[in-house]
């Protein structure tokens, strides 16, 4: 079965912040946007005004976007929507929401990057056995 998850893409707006929470983990701030489109009748597309948005992390993969993602880039994020109350400082409440990112990475049908990959001291995981099962005798059926 497969574990699935929301997933948010669109285009970094402002430079990612790093902060500390209160807790003195790493918290990852950005305003992102989402482009739209409308698929007209003859079957063409027409490009609609873009959506803006919060999106935060925390922990290592904030540590790691902030390192990596700059204003302007394209991204693919896994995580979830948290909606709460929001109370700016005249006390008024209004409905928000942001996305929590627990994976981000750059939009590789939208990014041209090289990788550079580094060997793991961690043991490979373990590999399926090849050999076919022994043959089961079929179940005999009695009347």
Known sequence: MFRT???LSGFVVTEPTLSTT????????IRVGQEHFQREEDGSFTQMEPTFHDLVAFGRTAERAAERLAKGDR????????????????????DAEEFVAAKIG???????????????S?????VEPTTPAPASTPPTLTA
């Open 75 to 94: 991204f693919v994020a896994e995580g979830r929507v948290r909606r709460f109350t929001r109370v700016d400082d005249a006390g008024v409440e209004t």
């Open 106 to 120: 750059h939009d590789v049908a939208r990014t041209h990057y090289t990788v550079e990959r580094v060997r793991r």
């Open 5 to 7: 998850r929301t997933s």
């Open 22 to 29: 209160e807790k003195g983990d790493a918290r990852l701030y």
């Open 122 to 126: 961690r043991p490979e995981p373990p």
